[in-house]
């Protein structure tokens, strides 16, 4: 209880201090464009059901949320970061050295990401981790040696994708996205075709192997998109032959315009991330600063209402918007409602 009142003493401390802050009466939320949508929807939800005002939700990435997170404590600075990846040792460091010192980690569900094209455009149906690396990788496999990547269609290497030129639009390096598209189809599909136990036979180390894997082409064939969703869908929309990276949850509210292909074999649903069957998914997070709750109006309740059993469970209405419900929601309720930071254990 005393370390509590020691943070809101130095939350006050940094508010009073501050000469730009201002008194507020809302939560300040900001980060992951994935986790953006069903922010939005608890935000309305929230006001329209509890005597607070409406959260201000906004995006950036989650790199840039938790970037923001991690500024100081008061109320000038953010109460809670969105972020479609955990956050990262060297985050939570930047935060202490700031004063960030007890956060709470909320995990709300799950999310895939698809691969989805132009819904008339070219037949993208059916990927491989090795397809993406084979397209977007600076080096590549052929006929056993590493080269320089010649590719320029995505027939060029499987002929059963489309002979149409390579146009890939990923998530820019702030997004946690990114990050997960990294780790599951570049780093899988590298070492699927070979590539990285040819990098480590050819001298390098294990990590720089590893790091290798990661690199995309930057000869305009791949493009990052540092904006959200939407903007990745304009460039499809633009682009006849485009193949976009995105979250299910988006995709599923844009089944009007876009066609998603399957990975390994396996389509993206619900039921398939749920099972853990489609291989390309994560966990999705909202970060909390403890010190905050208690002096911002309805921070806490706004943190419990989001994973409510009305809200983020199988019938609640993010799933509709394609949040996985997390089967260990219930533990998830019970931390919240314990203020338990990272850390502690209940």
Request: proline share 5%.
């Amino acid at each position: 209880m005393q370390s509590v009142k020691l943070a809101v003493s130095a939350l006050a401390l940094a508010a009073a201090s501050a000469t730009a802050a201002a008194a507020r009466d809302n939560v300040q939320v900001a980060g992951s464009s994935t986790v953006l949508p069903y922010a939005s929807i608890v935000a309305e939800a929230f006001g329209e059901n509890f005597d607070f005002p409406t959260p201000v939700i906004e995006s950036g990435g989650s790199s840039s949320g938790l970037k923001r997170f991690c500024e100081g404590v008061g109320e000038n600075t953010i109460d809670i970061a969105n972020a479609s990846r955990a956050i990262r040792d060297t985050e939570v460091e930047a935060c202490a050295a700031n004063g960030v010192t007890d956060i709470m980690e909320v995990r709300i569900g799950y999310d895939g990401i698809v691969f989805a094209s132009q819904k008339t455009g070219p037949d993208f149906t059916a990927f491989e981790p090795a397809d993406w690396f084979n397209a977007l990788a600076p080096k590549v496999m052929v006929d056993g040696e590493l080269v320089d990547n010649p590719h320029t269609m995505w027939s060029d290497f499987n002929a059963d994708l489309p002979e149409v030129e390579i146009a890939a639009f990923i998530p820019g390096t702030k997004h946690g996205t990114r990050e997960v598209f990294e780790e599951k189809v570049l780093a899988a599909g590298c070492e699927e075709t070979g590539a990285m136990e040819a990098m480590i036979a050819g001298g390098m180390s294990e990590d720089d192997a590893e790091g290798a894997c990661l690199q995309v082409r930057t000869d305009g064939r791949s493009v990052d998109i540092d904006g959200d969703y939407t903007e990745t869908l304009a460039r499809i929309d633009s682009n006849t032959n485009g193949v976009g990276v995105f979250g299910l949850a988006f995709y599923e509210n844009n089944t009007d315009k876009l066609k998603v292909a399957t990975m390994s074999g396996v389509a993206p649903s619900t039921d398939t991330i749920s099972t853990g069957e489609y291989p390309v998914s994560r966990p999705l997070f909202f970060y909390v600063k403890k010190a905050h709750i208690g002096v911002i109006p309805g921070l806490k309740e706004y943190a419990e209402f989001f994973v409510s059993d009305e809200i983020a469970g199988p019938s609640g209405p993010l799933s509709n918007y394609g949040l996985v419900a997390d089967p260990e929601l219930g533990d998830t309720q019970q931390k919240v409602a314990d203020e338990v930071t990272m850390g502690e254990s209940m």
